[in-house]
């Protein structure tokens, strides 16, 4: 039986997996193709980068939000590579124009660079069998540099190392990068290696670089780093700016943090905290995986709206400052967020750092292993609830989509390698995690772990390298169950069907079949629980077949309704049988009732359960009965969702005036700061008479929220952006008021970027919007993003649909220029608020008008206009809902 397993896991399609025969690739053509990377990946070994970067003075721009990127950032490159096969041109990767290389040098003789197609083509007649050394200089990117007015950071990942300096831009061909930067007075940096002097840029004078003595330069100064570890080139990072720093000991030695947060309450309250996750973080890792930190240094910097939560560069990892920095009025989820990201980060130094995917295709095993040990690390008595919670209905939202995706899928070029990015990778792939762990057993799924680790460390590896690690501490057939959770799309439905004898059931049985139609079976572990008048009996087993039963000589006393995945362990879509939703409020366990919740809406969604308006009505009820933060806020996105997408105008009008009297009441009502503040920001969220405009007018203006609720700078500049949109009196002051108590400079900049997409006049707003059109104008991801959520907010439907048609024309040209979540997070902020039938034909004829469109990208078009179609679906579907139907009556 091994032998077979091992030989069909050998036989699973690779994808990407490198250790094929290599195939030559004479021909220049756009981005790196797998071809290309397979050729260069058994010629080349021994690769290291020496590279000096000049920051100019003239960064800073006239004022924030307005740079002026016009100096360009210049580099000079001394690449060293062994070369085992010099029959070939060798192609060196670089997306730049061709101004943008300088001098150039192979082997001391001087050549002209032949830049074509995105490389840098080196003869054949250059190239030596051995050691080889390239010199040349050139002009950087401004792209993956993120230029700000006075700071920058590099972010490269999949495939943009390759637009900031010249190089072979492929995961498995990792290199030593030593690194020099020349900077602004004043500045500080961070980099992968250690600082070969201290971290600021002095003025007057350059620091001592390598031993050596201080070098004059005027009003920049040098700032040298020791050689890095071994890295692939989208890990190579540096960050520089007017930061502030803080340095702590550790037992991993120094620890910096690099920062602008100007909250001197947030920087007191954070530090800490910061400090000891990452510390704890790194503690536990090392226990669990059986080997010590693997790098040399470690430090952090937050950056002021960073496009991601975090970026796992190699000593030094990139957050995003406000997720970082919080203040007492953090909620349970902004905190339980914070340690996430780190501990997230923090596990991608062993999972993606250490042992890094061959290919692109395989980004997704660094993604699953970051989050399933964050959710690990960060274990507390709400472990199970924080798992459910946070990954099941994000990955639900997108695989019940026409346009979901495997977790893992083929990639032919590395300049597509952002569209594999997504909730499937980040949400499902830990619950697949999961069930594998549970099926065999934590320690032999652990020490399969520490071997994979141990084998592949420093080094690449593919998911199939994994499964063979994983195969040798289990007797189960890793290659039938990866094919289901791995390589195929969707989820299993479930029904259930009873046998009983009187007031007993003598025989259960579970069935599951793909929600396509389809027969496939998901293994996985599953509890069942039976609810009775004063208690709850719950049944775990183990799922392989399409029908599994559970039987009992003597019965088991029916129950008065029965649950399922009522742990949060299994994944698909489960029955309601009972009239649960009132019964599951009184259940003591949480993740019960959490479970309960996602399953009802679940069914509400697919037509199944309470219609949208019933359903809102029933989720109010609980929430009111709720006293768990996590499950309140799991509630009352529910709603949310619902009254937004799927209610008539009608029907938001008379369910808003319930929803509006009902928080309202509840924010006075038995609960606790935290959970009074979620019941008033979602109270603000859904005003709509004038009477809630006014009390939300209120709390903003006088900054005295009712009933001990601490806001933050952040939810008053939320506030003051939902009464613009509702076209509140003097909206104008308001945001002008708004932006005078915002402190951070760099918070005051975003501000202004966002108030002409806020303005009441449509003009303004129409010049804004078609002014994205121009790729410079995105620069700012998470800014731009913002905006979007206002310009298509429901609110402004009728006014601002016309904007649909653009914003989906532009996607194509979105993805080329864009980092790697922007397409998928554009096509939501776009298309998720929208419940028309209008909006939804134009989204259909888009697509039909588009036959050849990119299959990726139409799939991030589908998931986000699932609410859209959806809400179309329901409106024509008959309104009945079955409450109180058992399968026994």
Same mark, same amino acid.
């Given at each position: 039986?091994?032998?077979?397993?091992?030989?069909?896991?050998?036989?699973?399609?690779?994808?990407?997996?490198?250790?094929?025969?290599?195939?030559?690739?004479?021909?220049?053509?756009?981005?790196?193709?797998?071809?290309?990377?397979?050729?260069? @990946?058994?010629?080349?070994?021994?690769?290291?980068?020496?590279? +000096?970067?000049?920051?100019?003075?003239?960064?800073?721009?006239?004022?924030?939000?307005?740079?002026?990127?016009?100096?360009?950032?210049?580099?000079?490159?001394?690449?060293?590579?062994?070369?085992?096969?010099?029959?070939?041109?060798?192609?060196?990767?670089?997306? +730049?124009?061709?101004?943008?290389?300088?001098?150039?040098?192979?082997?001391?003789?001087?050549?002209?660079?032949?830049?074509?197609?995105?490389?840098?083509?080196?003869?054949?007649?250059?190239?030596?069998?051995?050691? *080889?050394?390239?010199?040349?200089?050139?002009?950087?990117?401004?792209?993956?540099? *993120?230029?700000?007015?006075?700071?920058?950071?590099?972010?490269?990942?999949?495939?943009?190392?390759?637009?900031?300096?010249?190089?072979?831009?492929?995961?498995?061909?990792?290199?030593?990068?030593?690194?020099?930067?020349?900077?602004?007075?004043?500045?500080?940096?961070?980099?992968?290696?250690? @600082?070969?002097?201290?971290?600021?840029?002095?003025?007057?004078?350059?620091?001592?670089?390598?031993?050596?003595?201080?070098?004059?330069?005027?009003?920049?100064?040098?700032?040298?780093?020791?050689?890095?570890?071994?890295?692939?080139?989208?890990?190579?990072?540096?960050?520089?700016?007017?930061?502030?720093?803080?340095?702590?000991?550790?037992?991993?030695?120094?620890?910096?943090?690099?920062?602008?947060?100007?909250?001197?309450?947030?920087?007191?309250?954070?530090?800490?905290?910061?400090?000891?996750?990452?510390?704890?973080?790194?503690?536990?890792?090392?226990?669990?995986?059986?080997?010590?930190?693997?790098?040399?240094?470690?430090?952090?910097?937050?950056?002021?709206?960073?496009?991601?939560?975090?970026?796992?560069?190699?000593?030094?990892?990139?957050?995003?400052?406000?997720?970082?920095?919080?203040?007492? @009025?953090?909620?349970?989820?902004?905190? *339980?967020?914070?340690?996430?990201?780190?501990?997230?980060?923090?596990?991608?130094?062993?999972?993606?750092?250490?042992?890094?995917?061959?290919?692109?295709?395989?980004?997704?095993?660094?993604?699953?292993? @970051?989050?399933?040990? +964050?959710?690990?690390?960060?274990?507390?008595?709400?472990?199970?609830?924080?798992?459910?919670?946070?990954?099941?209905?994000?990955?639900?939202?997108?695989?019940?989509?026409?346009?979901?995706?495997?977790?893992?899928?083929?990639?032919?070029?590395?300049?597509?390698?952002?569209?594999?990015?997504? *909730?499937?990778?980040?949400?499902?792939?830990?619950?697949?995690?999961?069930?594998?762990?549970?099926?065999?057993?934590?320690?032999?799924?652990?020490?399969?772990?520490?071997?994979?680790?141990?084998?592949?460390?420093?080094?690449?590896?593919?998911?199939?390298?994994?499964?063979?690690?994983?195969?040798?501490?289990?007797?189960?057939?890793?290659?039938?169950?990866?094919?289901?959770?791995?390589?195929?799309?969707?989820?299993?439905?479930?029904?259930?069907?009873?046998?009983?004898?009187?007031?007993?059931?003598?025989?259960?049985?579970?069935?599951?079949?793909?929600?396509?139609?389809?027969?496939?079976?998901?293994?996985?572990?599953?509890?069942?629980?039976?609810?009775?008048?004063?208690?709850?009996?719950?049944?775990?087993?183990?799922?392989?077949?399409?029908?599994?039963?559970?039987?009992?000589?003597?019965?088991?006393?029916?129950?008065?309704?029965?649950?399922?995945?009522?742990?949060?362990?299994?994944?698909?879509?489960?029955?309601?049988?009972?009239?649960?939703?009132?019964?599951?409020?009184?259940?003591?366990?949480?993740?019960?009732?959490?479970?309960?919740?996602?399953?009802?809406?679940?069914?509400?969604?697919?037509?199944?359960?309470?219609?949208?308006?019933?359903?809102?009505?029933?989720?109010?009820?609980?929430?009111?009965?709720?006293?768990?933060?996590?499950?309140?806020?799991?509630?009352?996105?529910?709603?949310?969702?619902?009254?937004?997408?799927?209610?008539?105008?009608?029907?938001?009008?008379?369910?808003?005036?319930?929803?509006?009297?009902?928080?309202?009441?509840?924010?006075?009502?038995?609960?606790?700061?935290?959970?009074?503040?979620?019941?008033?920001?979602?109270?603000?969220?859904?005003?709509?008479?004038?009477?809630?405009?006014?009390?939300?007018?209120?709390?903003?203006?006088?900054?005295?929220?009712?009933?001990?609720?601490?806001?933050?700078?952040?939810?008053?500049?939320?506030?003051?952006?939902?009464?613009?949109?509702?076209?509140?009196?003097?909206?104008?002051?308001?945001? +002008?008021?708004?932006?005078?108590?915002?402190?951070?400079?760099?918070?005051?900049?975003?501000?202004?970027?966002?108030?002409?997409?806020?303005?009441?006049?449509?003009?303004?707003?129409?010049?804004?919007?078609?002014?994205?059109?121009?790729?410079?104008?995105?620069?700012?991801?998470?800014?731009?993003?913002?905006?979007?959520?206002?310009?298509?907010?429901?609110?402004?439907?009728?006014?601002?649909?016309?904007?649909?048609?653009?914003?989906?024309?532009?996607?194509?040209?979105?993805?080329?220029?864009?980092?790697?979540?922007?397409?998928?997070?554009?096509?939501?902020?776009?298309?998720?608020?929208?419940?028309?039938?209008?909006?939804?034909?134009?989204?259909?004829?888009?697509?039909?008008?588009?036959?050849?469109?990119?299959?990726?990208?139409?799939?991030?078009?589908?998931?986000?206009?699932?609410?859209?179609?959806?809400?179309?679906?329901?409106?024509?579907?008959?309104?009945?809902?079955?409450?109180?139907?058992?399968?026994?009556?």
């Amino acid at each position: 039986m091994r032998t077979t397993i091992l030989f069909l896991l050998w036989a699973v399609p690779a994808l990407g997996d490198l250790h094929r025969p290599p195939v030559a690739a004479d021909t220049v053509a756009p981005g790196v193709s797998l071809r290309l990377a397979q050729e260069r @990946a058994h010629r080349l070994k021994d690769i290291r980068y020496t590279l +000096a970067f000049h920051i100019p003075e003239e960064q800073a721009g006239p004022a924030p939000g307005n740079e002026d990127l016009s100096s360009p950032v210049t580099g000079e490159e001394d690449l060293d590579f062994v070369c085992l096969d010099t029959r070939r041109p060798l192609q060196l990767d670089f997306k +730049a124009a061709r101004d943008q290389v300088g001098a150039m040098t192979v082997n001391g003789h001087r050549v002209t660079p032949d830049l074509r197609m995105e490389h840098l083509v080196i003869a054949a007649r250059d190239l030596i069998k051995g050691h *080889n050394h390239l010199h040349l200089t050139f002009t950087a990117g401004n792209r993956p540099l *993120n230029r700000n007015r006075e700071f920058l950071y590099t972010l490269l990942v999949p495939d943009r190392a390759r637009e900031l300096f010249p190089c072979f831009d492929q995961p498995d061909l990792k290199a030593v990068f030593k690194l020099r930067l020349t900077l602004p007075e004043g500045w500080r940096a961070i980099a992968n290696g250690r @600082a070969a002097a201290a971290g600021r840029a002095a003025a007057g004078g350059r620091a001592a670089v390598d031993g050596n003595a201080p070098e004059k330069a005027g009003a920049a100064a040098a700032m040298a780093f020791a050689p890095s570890d071994k890295l692939p080139t989208y890990l190579f990072s540096f960050a520089a700016g007017r930061f502030k720093d803080s340095v702590r000991t550790s037992s991993h030695g120094p620890v910096e943090a690099l920062y602008r947060e100007t909250d001197t309450a947030k920087v007191r309250l954070s530090l800490d905290t910061l400090f000891r996750q990452q510390e704890d973080a790194l503690k536990y890792l090392e226990t669990y995986t059986g080997l010590p930190y693997p790098f040399q240094k470690f430090g952090f910097v937050a950056i002021p709206d960073f496009q991601f939560g975090g970026m796992e560069h190699p000593g030094a990892i990139q957050y995003k400052a406000s997720a970082l920095f919080l203040d007492d @009025a953090a909620t349970l989820d902004q905190r *339980n967020a914070r340690a996430n990201v780190l501990s997230h980060e923090t596990a991608h130094i062993w999972f993606g750092d250490l042992v890094t995917m061959r290919w692109f295709n395989d980004v997704w095993m660094k993604e699953v292993f @970051a989050n399933f040990m +964050a959710d690990k690390i960060t274990r507390t008595d709400d472990y199970d609830l924080r798992f459910l919670t946070e990954h099941l209905p994000a990955a639900y939202a997108v695989d019940r989509t026409e346009g979901t995706n495997p977790i893992r899928q083929p990639l032919d070029n590395l300049q597509d390698a952002g569209s594999l990015y997504g *909730n499937i990778i980040y949400h499902k792939a830990p619950v697949m995690m999961r069930q594998l762990e549970l099926q065999m057993g934590e320690e032999p799924f652990r020490d399969g772990v520490r071997d994979y680790l141990k084998t592949f460390a420093y080094g690449n590896a593919t998911w199939p390298d994994l499964l063979r690690c994983l195969q040798r501490y289990t007797t189960m057939d890793l290659t039938a169950w990866n094919q289901v959770w791995v390589n195929e799309t969707g989820r299993p439905v479930f029904s259930c069907t009873y046998d009983t004898s009187g007031d007993v059931i003598k025989k259960l049985t579970l069935s599951q079949k793909g929600e396509d139609g389809s027969s496939r079976v998901w293994p996985q572990v599953i509890d069942v629980a039976l609810g009775y008048n004063d208690h709850i009996d719950t049944l775990r087993f183990t799922m392989k077949t399409a029908h599994t039963e559970l039987s009992w000589k003597d019965g088991l006393p029916k129950p008065r309704y029965i649950l399922f995945n009522t742990l949060g362990l299994g994944y698909g879509v489960f029955p309601m049988y009972g009239n649960t939703i009132p019964f599951v409020a009184g259940a003591q366990n949480r993740v019960i009732r959490a479970s309960t919740y996602i399953n009802a809406y679940e069914n509400m969604l697919d037509g199944q359960g309470l219609t949208p308006f019933r359903f809102v009505s029933a989720a109010l009820t609980n929430l009111l009965l709720e006293h768990e933060e996590l499950n309140m806020g799991l509630l009352l996105g529910q709603i949310s969702s619902c009254y937004w997408h799927f209610l008539s105008p009608l029907a938001q009008r008379a369910t808003g005036k319930v929803l509006e009297i009902a928080l309202w009441q509840a924010i006075n009502g038995p609960f606790t700061p935290a959970e009074r503040k979620l019941l008033f920001l979602n109270y603000a969220g859904i005003a709509r008479s004038k009477a809630a405009e006014d009390s939300v007018f209120k709390v903003w203006n006088t900054q005295h929220p009712p009933q001990d609720i601490k806001l933050s700078e952040d939810d008053y500049t939320n506030l003051a952006a939902g009464l613009a949109l509702r076209g509140y009196p003097g909206s104008d002051t308001i945001l +002008a008021a708004q932006g005078r108590r915002i402190k951070s400079p760099d918070r005051q900049a975003r501000w202004a970027y966002l108030q002409p997409a806020l303005s009441p006049d449509q003009a303004v707003r129409d010049k804004y919007f078609y002014a994205l059109k121009d790729a410079q104008n995105r620069t700012k991801e998470a800014w731009v993003l913002s905006a979007l959520g206002y310009l298509f907010h429901p609110l402004r439907a009728d006014q601002d649909e016309k904007y649909l048609a653009s914003a989906l024309d532009w996607m194509e040209d979105i993805q080329r220029t864009g980092d790697v979540f922007f397409p998928q997070s554009w096509a939501a902020a776009v298309l998720s608020n929208y419940s028309s039938k209008s909006a939804a034909k134009l989204v259909r004829d888009f697509l039909k008008e588009h036959p050849d469109y990119n299959p990726r990208l139409k799939g991030k078009i589908l998931q986000a206009a699932d609410n859209l179609f959806r809400a179309q679906r329901l409106e024509s579907a008959p309104k009945l809902e079955k409450l109180g139907a058992v399968p026994w009556h």
